[in-house]
């Protein structure tokens, strides 16, 4: 990438415009899919709680 590419990204904003259409476009599925989010983040809260108890468990045997 030369030097004239640099300064054309950044006099253009191009990082932050592709930031910006990008969390658009998240923020639209999410609202699409907000049921499959939310039992993603059920089962994350699960197996987190399940390592965190087992852990503890080896902790409190060893």
């Known amino acids: ?3 004239a590419d640099v300064t054309c990204k950044r006099r253009h904003h191009a990082a932050e415009l592709w ?3 990008r969390a658009q476009k998240q923020a639209a ?3 699409r899919n907000r049921h499959r989010y939310a039992a993603g983040l ?3 809260r ?3 709680a399940n390592i ?3 852990l503890e468990k080896l902790d409190r045997s060893g």
């Open 1 to 3: 990438m030369g030097v």
């Open 19 to 21: 930031h910006a259409v």
């Open 29 to 31: 599925d999410i609202v």
């Open 42 to 44: 059920q089962a994350l």
């Open 46 to 48: 699960t197996y987190r």
């Open 52 to 54: 965190a108890e087992v």
